[in-house]
């Protein structure tokens, strides 16, 4: 089966979720319309809050769904769609749902970075970043 058809079902079984479920209020048009253009599901929601990572940021609860979150769940085997994905909550209220694209990728660090730890390092001090990538190549 799909995730898309398992995923309801395992979270109506999930007691931990059916608590959330009832605690939880998505009365406004805001995270309604974030879900709908960014493709998040309310399960996919109630499974990042019951078992992502938690962070206050601005007074707000922002729940980061990782793999290392969902490691020991019974949604491992949802890693690749669920990685990634933000709920912020203020006062049990969903204010906006999010994929956070860096998790998602695996943070590489980008080439400007590369070029950077290769002019720092001794055998690079005095060349141009032109010339670091003409070596490099």
Not at 15 to 44: F, G, S
Request: charged share 30%.
């Amino acid at each position: 089966m799909k995730a898309s058809k398992e995923l309801p079902i395992l979270v109506d079984k999930d007691e931990k979720l059916k608590y959330i479920k009832n605690e939880l209020i998505l009365c406004r048009k805001h995270p309604t319309t974030r879900m709908q253009q960014r493709a998040i599901k309310l399960d996919y929601i109630l499974i990042a809050v019951g078992y992502g990572s938690k962070k206050i940021r601005y007074g707000a609860q922002v729940y980061t769904l990782t793999d290392r979150c969902l490691s020991n769940t019974i949604y491992k085997k949802y890693t690749s769609e669920l990685r990634g994905l933000e709920v912020v909550v203020f006062h049990k209220k969903i204010i906006t749902t999010l994929w956070n694209y860096e998790i998602i990728k695996g943070n590489k660090p980008n080439q400007y970075n590369k070029n950077l730890k290769k002019f720092r390092d001794n055998n690079y001090r005095n060349l141009t970043l032109k010339e670091i990538e003409e070596r490099s190549i």
